[in-house]
């Protein structure tokens, strides 16, 4: 790993220069919520003064420049009594993603160990993540976050430069030759001793602003054994069954897919849409049969999916920690909250 | 039972494994195919013969007994169904569908000629060189009937390679037997049919219960070494498995030799939509052919 600092203003220069050349997407202040505090969405940017790079955390993640929440898989046209399918991968240009923090990195990384580096890898998915540039920055850790304990709180790779504010400069991870070919065209330097110093003791201070906890031990085998437990019905009576939670979840990729005749009877398109597990028609089989159709079995499956199955696959669990499902849920079910109710076995009070 | 452990063979798995495509083209890759035939089996099934088009690829096609493939009708939609047709016959499939929704219904209008598209073969499939030099019971319940058509196709066409075959097979009345004009050429093979219905109509001469009491009657009284040496496939709804897989465990049939065929509702049929997870295990990669043991340990299987 190269390191590298740089002055604070020099930030702005690189951006114009990238701006100049590519498209950017970054955190913006997309309105106000009823205290007033700012609400914060990934948008494209043109102007560096529109880059919130001292953003909480953003309502929804990144997720629709890599997973959309709709995309044609594939066009038909009919020609004759057959027809011709026409595929394309939805992805044209390179896209420079500024600002996201370590949890939203990592969270790309676990869709790439399904979406990509398993069998039958997504072309949709890698067209798009292998057009990403991303510039990873330290975050401020939230009341609701949790990324410490799912392990997900630093980034080491999947992002191409990442910036730790130290004060009066940003000390920055280079990953890429792109990265360090980038930053050529502002002026940096080698990070001296005191600066090494200066970036544990940011880190050290961030770190010590994590308050949610999540025992994650043996939580696989847990989750087996309490797979009966009367906590999932208590979770399942408040949950409102709306899918929130997997729209806002940076690693929630489950879809559908349908296929429509367009208007003019000369074509059709078969589109994926994300689905979310909550969703009542999520494990219906043809004939009507649903293997899922209570509220806390599909619940269940969610933290079951996130928490045990992946972790079987790959060794480290789907959820990232950052919090979004339990922020946005309205019925107030947090990960955490159900998490330590199925290991201790009741609902706290 | 014998408490001994059997040598495991590493070098045949790995020739028996069969390779996954990691090509990113392959994932929305459809075989333009021809429906050539349409045979309709009762008033809800019909059996489709389709054909892949392009000469090449129908020669490059090949799956195993228990696979599935996706069945595509542009602008209507995709959707699972499993192979029904002999594994040695390659590049045009038989697929055995029931009207149940907007595809199935749509695809019983449009008959012979069409063209559809075909994706697969996906999933893993019932070990059938694994099952040589035993005995095999192959136990279906109504629609069930139409995977288990492969691994009675290949039976008959390896009919040396195994012992005793028998077939039971459970339907809700006479009306809803499948495949009823092949049952005459599966007894000449030599293979056993035990068919058993729940409700007889008028003209019923056979048995009349579930497909456990037949399966009592052939399992009861036979030596270790025939329980020690059968396989056992179970094709049907949930329901008829758990009670037939407990039978078989019952008389000690060691569970990775009993195979059960999950149904779910794909819609990638890759290991990406996570619609047919069980669980946690995706039933397109891992499934839909389980043993008994692994489907054991996957929660809400059945």
């Known amino acids: 790993m190269i390191f590298r600092t740089f002055k604070k203003d020099e930030l702005k220069k690189l951006v114009e220069i990238l701006a100049a050349h590519n498209r950017i ?93 398993s069998v039958y890898p997504m072309p949709y998915y890698a067209a798009k993540r292998k057009n990403m540039f991303i510039i990873g920055v330290e ?60 970036y544990m003791k940011a880190v050290a201070e961030r770190n010590k602003k994590f308050t949610t906890r999540v025992d994650t031990t043996d939580l696989a085998k847990i989750l087996d054994m309490e797979f009966q437990s009367d906590v999932w019905k208590h979770w399942g009576e408040i949950c409102l069954s709306c899918g929130t939670c997997s729209n806002v979840c940076p690693t929630c990729y489950c879809y559908g897919v349908e296929e429509t005749v367009d208007l003019d009877l000369k074509g059709a398109r078969k589109t994926k849409t994300l689905h979310s597990c909550n969703l009542i028609d999520f494990a219906e089989v043809a004939g009507g049969h649903n293997f899922r159709p209570e509220r806390h079995s599909r619940l269940k499956y969610r933290y079951y999916h996130k928490h045990r199955g992946f972790v079987e696959a790959f060794e480290e669990s789907l959820c990232v920690g950052c919090g979004r499902c339990g922020e946005s849920c309205l019925a107030g079910i947090n990960v955490p909250e159900v998490i330590a109710s199925v290991r201790g076995g009741k609902i706290k009070k | 039972m014998k408490p001994e452990l059997k040598f495991v063979d590493v070098i045949a798995q790995q020739q028996r494994r069969h390779k996954r495509k990691n090509d990113l083209a392959c994932f929305e890759h459809t075989f333009r195919s021809e429906v050539t035939s349409v045979y309709p089996l009762t008033e809800m099934e019909t059996i489709y013969r389709i054909q892949i088009i392009d000469p090449e690829e129908r020669k490059r096609f090949r799956f195993i007994p228990g696979q599935f493939l996706m069945l595509e009708l542009p602008g209507i939609g995709e959707a699972p169904f499993s192979i029904s047709s002999s594994p040695s016959i390659h590049g045009e499939v038989e697929l055995c569908i029931r009207k149940a929704g907007n595809l199935t219904n749509y695809l019983a209008k449009v008959g012979r000629g069409a063209i559809v598209g075909i994706r697969g073969p996906f999933g893993t499939g019932f ?7 035993q005995n095999i019971l192959l136990i279906a319940g109504g629609l069930g009937l139409a995977p288990l058509r492969s691994p009675i196709a290949y039976a008959q066409e390896n009919r040396s390679h195994f012992r005793e075959v028998n077939i039971i097979y459970g339907t809700k009345s006479p009306a809803n037997l499948l495949f009823t004009y092949q049952y005459d050429m599966w007894s000449r093979d030599d293979i056993n049919l035990h068919i058993i219905v729940e409700k007889a109509d008028p003209s019923w001469k056979g048995a009349v219960g579930l497909s456990t009491d037949i399966l009592m009657k052939i399992l ?5 070494d025939f329980y020690h040496n059968t396989y056992a496939i179970v094709c049907g709804p949930p329901v008829m498995f758990k009670f037939v897989c407990k039978m078989l465990n019952t008389f000690h049939i060691p569970m990775q030799k009993m195979f059960v065929s999950l149904e779910r509702r794909m819609h990638c049929g890759m290991g990406k939509c996570c619609r047919c997870n069980v669980g946690s295990t995706y039933t397109c990669i891992k499934g839909p052919v389980f043993d008994y043991w692994t489907v054991m340990n996957l929660k809400e299987a059945i």
Request: net charge negative; proline share 5%.
């Open chain 1, 139 to 198: 975050c401020i850790p939230q009341t609701f976050c949790f990324c410490r304990s799912m392990g997900a709180d630093t980034a080491l790779h999947g992002f191409d430069m990442f910036i730790t504010d130290l004060g009066n400069k940003y000390f920055v991870e280079i990953l890429t030759d792109t990265a360090y070919n980038f930053l050529k065209s502002i002026r940096t330097e080698e990070p001296e001793e005191k600066d090494h110093v200066l």
């Open chain 2, 127 to 133: 070990p059938m060189e694994e099952m040589h030099g």
């Open chain 2, 220 to 224: 009861s009284g036979r030596s270790d």
């Open chain 1, 25 to 117: 997407v970054g955190p913006v202040e997309a309105g106000r919520d009823k205290h007033g505090s700012p609400i914060y969405a990934f948008n494209e940017v043109s102007d560096f003064n529109s880059i919130r790079l001292n953003y909480t955390t953003t309502k929804l993640p990144a997720k629709r420049y890599f997973l959309p929440f709709q995309e044609d898989l594939s066009s038909f046209r009919t020609e004759g009594g057959g027809w011709q399918k026409i595929i394309d991968y939805n992805a044209d240009k390179p896209l420079i993603f500024f600002g996201l923090h370590p949890c939203d990195i990592n969270a790309l990384n676990k869709l790439d160990k399904v979406l990509m580096h």
